[in-house]
Nanobody, 127 residues
Framework: QVELMESGGGSVETGQSLRLSCEAS????????MAWFRQAPGEEREGVAA?????????????DSVKGRFTISLDSLDNAKKIVYLEMNDLKPEDTATYYC???????????????WGQGTQVTVSS
């Protein structure tokens, strides 16, 4: 059974940093594409960052709104378990949202067609 479990959310002030983690387990195929999304109240879910199975820079994508501030990275513990991180620096009030981890066997980029989703973790940035 595939499971995605996020952690690391919280409340910070403008300019501070947070690191989100998402542990993905239950995959039988090591070639897993992963991504972070966020959704603020009343807004659509938007892609923040995505990473290819190998984790190389060639397979990493960011939304324009977070480029230069957020960094996505991937640890492959074994074929069945992976951890994807989202390092968020210089946080702004507009980054306030529920952040979701997503995974799929196919490349989905920053689109929302991922088949597997976590429950989300709240990030609140105060001014």
């Amino acid at each position: 059974q595939v499971e995605l479990m996020e952690s690391g959310g919280g409340s910070v002030e403008t300019g501070q940093s947070l690191r989100l983690s998402c542990e993905a387990s239950g995959f039988t195929n090591s070639k897993i594409y992963m991504a972070w999304f966020r959704q603020a109240p009343g807004e659509e879910r938007e892609g923040v960052a995505a990473i290819s199975p190998g984790g190389s820079s060639a397979g990493i994508y960011y939304a324009d709104s977070v480029k230069g501030r957020f960094t996505i990275s991937l640890d492959s513990l074994d074929n069945a378990k992976k951890i994807v991180y989202l390092e968020m620096n210089d946080l702004k009030p507009e980054d306030t949202a529920t952040y979701y981890c997503a995974a799929d066997w196919r490349p989905r980029g920053l689109g929302t067609a991922y088949n597997f989703w976590g429950q989300g973790t709240q990030v609140t940035v105060s001014s």
